[in-house]
């Protein structure tokens, strides 16, 4: 039985005793009497240094890759470290790997990696990324776990387009019969007779479970047929979507930041080697800034507000600013880096450029709407209090000529016990980039989906 690396190096335990480990060849070094192997075996960013005594017998220096089984007497090693003592005999290759294996010891660019999508995350770079991605994921579980929210499954296969921007993909059946000649025979077009897509959203299905439940939350992927070749938008991403009874604007947003503050205070406590490792190589000063952020309130604008800051900037944006204009990131960017320097929630926007479900404001123009925007990354939370009034919620939708038949269940929990609620989107690879400092969401999720990224 082997023991994870991460347990040899981080006590002094195991000091004087023989154990094994298993792992990747990282480095190897040779001198005459002596050789070095540091091993990795994804347990920690921290190589265990493998100290091999040649003695008389035909050592073969291990390559870079390689898979090794080691065993060997753990001592003290310099700079109150731990190695591993072991002889010829108590080394086995597991695994071999040629001269060509792609990750040998040097610098490799993102670019570069995001070509190995299979391989990179034995590098220290993706090691750190997707420990830090399954911490976050846990301590969201923990946060609303504790708070009394129930955690549901909402379906991917929906015939709703929750945020009607007409970026959903559409579900068909792929045929495999022999008698299909043509790629085009492969398609029947529809799911079981009816019209069907990937859920762009959880939220609809939400409501309906937090009318039910409470508070209840979904973390799961969501679907966006974008088309846009950018650094923060994917495919495929994964979405964390509270939604809560009784609940309005404000509680949403207090709600978002007390959860924010939670995860990243995880973060800080668990992953200390990844946040120094990304401080390190990604972003100078991110634990001082994440330290920062969790100590403060998040900046508040409304919408309206945000507009005069970005009219007064000065700046030459490429997107022209009014009111009534969607922001851009450029704009997101700008308020959250240079007027607020921190993460700023902006709410009440203009209902024409936001979803039908929104609660309308008394002043017939903008919508209860809140966005979290964060120096960096730009908008990573989308949120809202709901519409919970039956002829005002049809009313919006007619206005947008949507088709009513499709969204009846929907109607009805504003007809049975409708009550105030909300909740909010976070898009979840988007927070892994504003806590880690990486610039590319391909770099923050194991197999990006972007346009042609199916290899
Ligand atoms: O702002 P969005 O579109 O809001 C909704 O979907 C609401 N139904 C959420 C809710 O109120 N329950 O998306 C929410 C968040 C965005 O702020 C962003 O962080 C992320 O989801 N997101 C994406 N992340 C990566 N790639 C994409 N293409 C994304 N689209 C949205
Ligand atoms: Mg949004």
Redesign the pocket.
């Given at each position: 039985k082997h023991i994870d690396v991460k347990e040899i190096i981080s006590s002094k335990e195991f000091i004087g005793q023989e154990i094994t480990i298993c792992g990747w060849v990282r480095t190897s070094r040779n001198s005459k009497s002596v050789a070095f192997v540091e091993v990795n075996d994804g347990t920690s960013l921290k190589n265990v240094q493998v100290v091999v005594e040649k003695g008389e017998s035909d050592y073969k220096e291990p390559r870079v890759g390689m898979a090794l089984k080691v065993t060997g007497t753990v001592v003290e090693g310099r700079n109150n470290t731990v190695e591993i003592n072991a002889v010829p005999e108590g080394i086995t290759v597991l695994g071999d790997a040629p001269t060509d294996y792609p990750l040998q010891k040097k610098g490799h660019t993102l670019e570069f990696l995001r070509t190995i999508p299979h391989l990179r995350g034995r590098t220290n770079t993706f090691n750190a990324v997707w420990r830090v991605r399954s911490v976050l994921a846990a301590a969201i579980h923990e946060y609303f776990q504790t708070h009394n929210y129930v955690y549901v499954n909402t379906p991917l296969i929906t015939g709703s387009d929750?945020?009607g921007a007409g970026e959903m993909f559409q579900v068909t059946t792929i045929g495999y019969s022999n008698d299909y000649k043509n790629e085009e025979d492969y398609y029947t077009n529809d799911f079981f007779g009816r019209k069907a897509g990937l859920s762009?959203?959880g939220?609809l299905e939400?409501e309906m479970a937090a009318t039910a439940m409470g508070k209840i939350y979904t973390f799961g992927p969501?679907f966006?047929a974008?088309n846009s070749n950018t650094p923060?938008?994917?495919a495929e991403?994964w979405?964390v979507?509270p939604?809560v009874a009784f609940a309005e604007l404000n509680d949403v947003i207090e709600i978002a930041e007390d959860m924010l503050k939670h995860v990243i205070r995880t973060l800080l406590d668990k992953c200390p080697d990844e946040v120094a490792f990304f401080d390190a190589h990604f972003e100078k000063g991110l634990r001082a800034r994440l330290e920062e952020l969790i100590s403060h309130d998040f900046g508040r604008v409304t919408y309206t507000e945000a507009i005069e800051l970005l009219k007064n900037s000065g700046e030459n944006f490429v997107y022209p600013v009014e009111w009534g204009c969607d922001l851009q990131t450029e704009h997101e960017r700008y308020l959250s880096e240079k007027v607020f320097k921190k993460a700023v929630f902006v709410t009440d926007y203009p209902k024409e450029i936001k979803s039908f479900y929104m609660k309308q404001n008394p002043d017939g123009k903008t919508v209860a709407a809140v966005?979290l925007l964060v120096p960096g990354v730009g908008?990573?939370?989308?949120?809202?209090e709901r519409e919970a009034d039956y002829d005002k919620l049809i009313a919006a939708m007619n206005e947008r000529n949507m088709n009513l038949d499709l969204y009846s269940d929907y109607l009805d929990l504003r007809k049975f016990g409708t009550v105030p609620h909300g909740?909010?989107?976070?898009?979840f690879?988007?927070l892994i980039m504003y806590t880690t400092g990486m610039a590319n969401?391909r770099d923050v999720i194991l197999f990006p989906r972007t346009v042609g990224s199916i290899r």
């Open positions: 929750c945020e762009v959203s939220q939400g969501s966006r974008e923060k938008h994917l991403f979405h979507e939604e966005d908008e990573i939370i989308g949120g809202s909740g909010f989107g976070l898009g690879e988007r969401i």
